[in-house]
Protein backbone atom coordinates (compact mmCIF):
# COMPACT_ATOMS: atom_id res chain seq x y z
CA UNK A 1 0.00 0.00 0.00
CA UNK A 2 0.94 3.39 0.12
CA UNK A 3 0.74 6.72 2.15
CA UNK A 4 -0.42 10.17 0.12
CA UNK A 5 0.10 13.48 2.46
CA UNK A 6 -0.85 16.65 0.48
CA UNK A 7 -0.28 20.20 1.67
CA UNK A 8 -1.89 22.39 2.04
CA UNK A 9 -5.10 20.56 3.32
CA UNK A 10 -7.58 23.71 2.93
CA UNK A 11 -6.81 27.35 1.49
CA UNK A 12 -8.39 30.64 0.55
CA UNK A 13 -7.39 32.41 -1.76
CA UNK A 14 -8.23 35.67 -4.34
CA UNK A 15 -8.73 35.66 -7.57
CA UNK A 16 -5.87 36.03 -9.87
CA UNK A 17 -3.27 34.25 -7.39
CA UNK A 18 -1.98 30.70 -7.84
CA UNK A 19 -1.54 28.01 -5.11
CA UNK A 20 0.68 24.80 -5.22
CA UNK A 21 0.07 21.97 -3.76
CA UNK A 22 2.26 19.07 -2.99
CA UNK A 23 2.01 15.51 -2.77
CA UNK A 24 3.73 13.15 -0.82
CA UNK A 25 3.75 9.47 -1.17
CA UNK A 26 5.76 7.41 1.50
CA UNK A 27 7.16 4.72 -1.08
CA UNK A 28 7.74 5.04 -4.44
CA UNK A 29 5.18 4.35 -6.90
CA UNK A 30 5.46 3.93 -10.86
CA UNK A 31 2.79 6.82 -11.51
CA UNK A 32 1.42 9.80 -10.24
CA UNK A 33 -2.06 11.89 -11.22
CA UNK A 34 -3.90 14.77 -10.30
CA UNK A 35 -7.40 14.35 -9.82
CA UNK A 36 -10.04 17.45 -9.35
CA UNK A 37 -13.45 17.28 -7.58
CA UNK A 38 -16.11 20.13 -8.03
CA UNK A 39 -18.48 20.60 -5.61
CA UNK A 40 -20.79 17.87 -5.48
CA UNK A 41 -19.42 16.12 -8.42
CA UNK A 42 -17.01 12.78 -9.20
CA UNK A 43 -12.99 12.97 -9.72
CA UNK A 44 -12.34 14.39 -12.96
CA UNK A 45 -8.76 13.69 -14.04
CA UNK A 46 -6.30 16.54 -14.24
CA UNK A 47 -2.93 14.64 -15.65
CA UNK A 48 -0.45 12.49 -15.14
CA UNK A 49 2.96 13.21 -13.62
CA UNK A 50 5.80 12.56 -15.35
CA UNK A 51 9.07 11.91 -12.91
CA UNK A 52 11.51 14.14 -15.38
CA UNK A 53 9.31 14.85 -18.01
CA UNK A 54 6.64 17.32 -19.12
CA UNK A 55 3.22 16.35 -17.40
CA UNK A 56 0.50 14.39 -19.69
CA UNK A 57 -2.82 16.59 -19.64
CA UNK A 58 -6.17 15.94 -19.83
CA UNK A 59 -8.74 17.15 -22.75
CA UNK A 60 -9.84 20.76 -21.35
CA UNK A 61 -6.61 20.63 -18.77
CA UNK A 62 -3.74 22.56 -20.34
CA UNK A 63 -0.13 23.54 -18.81
CA UNK A 64 -0.32 26.70 -18.44
CA UNK A 65 -3.45 27.07 -15.81
CA UNK A 66 -2.40 23.85 -14.05
CA UNK A 67 1.60 23.49 -14.27
CA UNK A 68 3.15 20.23 -12.78
CA UNK A 69 6.35 19.04 -11.27
CA UNK A 70 7.12 15.71 -10.37
CA UNK A 71 11.30 15.76 -9.21
CA UNK A 72 11.75 12.07 -8.56
CA UNK A 73 9.71 8.84 -7.48
CA UNK A 74 7.44 10.33 -4.51
CA UNK A 75 6.74 13.65 -5.03
CA UNK A 76 4.74 16.04 -7.23
CA UNK A 77 3.06 19.19 -7.28
CA UNK A 78 0.30 20.79 -8.83
CA UNK A 79 0.06 24.41 -9.26
CA UNK A 80 -3.43 26.27 -9.89
CA UNK A 81 -2.46 29.64 -11.39
CA UNK A 82 -4.45 32.92 -12.36
CA UNK A 83 -7.33 31.19 -10.00
CA UNK A 84 -10.88 32.20 -10.35
CA UNK A 85 -14.07 31.36 -8.29
CA UNK A 86 -14.11 28.43 -10.98
CA UNK A 87 -11.40 26.80 -9.41
CA UNK A 88 -12.94 26.36 -6.29
CA UNK A 89 -12.95 22.09 -5.90
CA UNK A 90 -10.77 19.71 -3.72
CA UNK A 91 -7.42 18.31 -5.70
CA UNK A 92 -6.21 15.16 -5.17
CA UNK A 93 -3.30 13.60 -5.82
CA UNK A 94 -2.95 9.85 -6.50
CA UNK A 95 -0.19 7.41 -6.85
CA UNK A 96 -0.20 3.64 -9.22
CA UNK A 97 2.15 1.54 -6.70
CA UNK A 98 4.20 -0.74 -9.12
CA UNK A 99 3.75 -4.44 -8.78
CA UNK A 100 0.89 -6.71 -9.78
CA UNK A 101 -1.73 -5.62 -7.89
CA UNK A 102 -2.53 -2.03 -9.89
CA UNK A 103 -3.68 -0.44 -6.83
CA UNK A 104 -4.11 3.23 -6.97
CA UNK A 105 -4.28 5.08 -3.36
CA UNK A 106 -5.51 8.81 -2.88
CA UNK A 107 -4.53 11.46 -1.16
CA UNK A 108 -6.96 13.00 1.77
CA UNK A 109 -6.91 16.19 -0.69
CA UNK A 110 -7.11 19.81 -0.62
CA UNK A 111 -9.60 22.14 -0.71
CA UNK A 112 -9.27 25.02 -2.19
CA UNK A 113 -11.89 27.94 -2.10
CA UNK A 114 -11.05 31.44 -4.68
CA UNK A 115 -13.17 34.69 -3.70
CA UNK B 1 -11.94 1.78 -20.78
CA UNK B 2 -15.58 0.27 -20.46
CA UNK B 3 -18.24 2.29 -18.93
CA UNK B 4 -20.21 0.88 -15.80
CA UNK B 5 -23.97 1.80 -14.95
CA UNK B 6 -24.88 1.96 -11.22
CA UNK B 7 -27.68 2.83 -9.13
CA UNK B 8 -27.00 6.49 -7.92
CA UNK B 9 -28.30 5.83 -4.30
CA UNK B 10 -29.38 3.04 -1.64
CA UNK B 11 -30.09 2.12 1.48
CA UNK B 12 -29.19 -0.39 4.14
CA UNK B 13 -30.17 -1.10 7.60
CA UNK B 14 -27.33 -1.40 10.01
CA UNK B 15 -25.88 -5.11 10.49
CA UNK B 16 -26.96 -5.99 7.24
CA UNK B 17 -25.37 -6.92 4.14
CA UNK B 18 -24.93 -3.98 1.63
CA UNK B 19 -25.71 -5.66 -1.92
CA UNK B 20 -23.95 -3.01 -4.61
CA UNK B 21 -24.65 -3.75 -8.31
CA UNK B 22 -22.66 -2.67 -11.01
CA UNK B 23 -23.23 -3.12 -14.68
CA UNK B 24 -20.24 -3.15 -17.22
CA UNK B 25 -21.72 -5.06 -20.31
CA UNK B 26 -19.10 -3.31 -22.82
CA UNK B 27 -16.53 -5.21 -20.54
CA UNK B 28 -13.30 -6.37 -22.19
CA UNK B 29 -11.14 -9.62 -21.75
CA UNK B 30 -8.38 -8.10 -20.34
CA UNK B 31 -10.01 -5.28 -18.07
CA UNK B 32 -10.37 -5.35 -14.08
CA UNK B 33 -13.44 -4.56 -11.96
CA UNK B 34 -12.36 -2.46 -9.31
CA UNK B 35 -14.52 -0.67 -6.39
CA UNK B 36 -13.59 2.12 -4.64
CA UNK B 37 -15.45 4.66 -1.95
CA UNK B 38 -15.20 7.85 -0.93
CA UNK B 39 -16.44 8.66 2.69
CA UNK B 40 -17.61 12.49 2.74
CA UNK B 41 -14.26 15.49 2.91
CA UNK B 42 -11.54 12.06 2.06
CA UNK B 43 -9.91 10.78 -0.74
CA UNK B 44 -11.28 7.81 -2.57
CA UNK B 45 -10.32 4.32 -0.64
CA UNK B 46 -9.69 1.51 -2.38
CA UNK B 47 -11.73 -1.76 -2.01
CA UNK B 48 -11.36 -4.53 -3.81
CA UNK B 49 -10.70 -5.74 -7.59
CA UNK B 50 -11.23 -8.88 -9.50
CA UNK B 51 -10.43 -10.19 -13.28
CA UNK B 52 -12.80 -13.04 -13.32
CA UNK B 53 -13.33 -14.54 -10.22
CA UNK B 54 -15.07 -13.51 -6.88
CA UNK B 55 -12.30 -12.03 -4.37
CA UNK B 56 -13.12 -11.53 -0.56
CA UNK B 57 -10.69 -9.17 1.63
CA UNK B 58 -11.13 -7.90 4.86
CA UNK B 59 -13.53 -5.40 3.75
CA UNK B 60 -15.63 -7.12 1.17
CA UNK B 61 -16.62 -9.43 -1.07
CA UNK B 62 -16.75 -8.83 -5.34
CA UNK B 63 -19.04 -11.16 -6.87
CA UNK B 64 -18.43 -11.44 -10.84
CA UNK B 65 -20.88 -13.04 -13.40
CA UNK B 66 -19.81 -15.46 -15.41
CA UNK B 67 -20.19 -13.48 -18.65
CA UNK B 68 -18.48 -10.06 -16.76
CA UNK B 69 -21.04 -8.19 -17.99
CA UNK B 70 -21.44 -7.38 -13.72
CA UNK B 71 -20.40 -7.36 -10.45
CA UNK B 72 -22.04 -6.97 -7.14
CA UNK B 73 -20.15 -5.50 -4.57
CA UNK B 74 -20.72 -7.06 -1.04
CA UNK B 75 -20.70 -4.74 2.30
CA UNK B 76 -21.33 -8.60 4.64
CA UNK B 77 -22.60 -5.99 8.09
CA UNK B 78 -22.34 -2.56 6.96
CA UNK B 79 -21.86 0.01 9.69
CA UNK B 80 -22.88 3.59 9.87
CA UNK B 81 -19.28 4.27 8.74
CA UNK B 82 -19.83 2.71 5.76
CA UNK B 83 -22.02 5.31 4.23
CA UNK B 84 -20.30 6.59 1.35
CA UNK B 85 -20.49 6.96 -2.21
CA UNK B 86 -19.06 3.62 -3.96
CA UNK B 87 -17.58 3.37 -7.38
CA UNK B 88 -17.29 0.98 -9.77
CA UNK B 89 -14.66 0.96 -12.43
CA UNK B 90 -13.50 -1.10 -15.18
CA UNK B 91 -9.36 -0.95 -16.50
CA UNK B 92 -6.86 -2.59 -17.92
CA UNK B 93 -5.02 -3.95 -15.56
CA UNK B 94 -1.89 -1.74 -15.18
CA UNK B 95 -3.42 0.99 -17.06
CA UNK B 96 -2.36 4.67 -16.33
CA UNK B 97 -5.31 5.89 -14.32
CA UNK B 98 -8.72 5.69 -13.38
CA UNK B 99 -11.72 7.57 -14.37
CA UNK B 100 -14.80 7.95 -12.05
CA UNK B 101 -18.41 7.66 -12.83
CA UNK B 102 -21.16 8.88 -10.70
CA UNK B 103 -20.70 5.80 -8.13
CA UNK B 104 -23.55 5.14 -5.57
CA UNK B 105 -24.42 6.66 -2.74
CA UNK B 106 -25.41 3.76 0.36
CA UNK B 107 -26.83 5.32 3.17
CA UNK B 108 -26.44 3.00 6.02
CA UNK B 109 -29.56 3.48 8.08
CA UNK B 110 -29.80 2.77 11.79
Known amino acids: SAVISQKPSRDICQRGTSLTIQCQVD?????MFWYRQQPGQSLTLIATANQGSEATYESGFVIDKFPISRPNLTFSTLTVSNMSPEDSSIYLC????????????FGPGTRLTVT | DAKTTQPPSMDCAEGRAANLPCNHS???????VYWYRQIHSQGPQYIIH???NNETNEMASLIITEDRKSSTLILPHATLRDTAVYYC???????????FGTGTRLTVIP
Open chain 2, 89 to 99: IVRVGGANNLF
Open chain 2, 26 to 32: TISGNEY
Open chain 2, 50 to 52: GLK
Open chain 1, 27 to 31: SQVTM
Open chain 1, 94 to 105: SALTSGGSYEQY
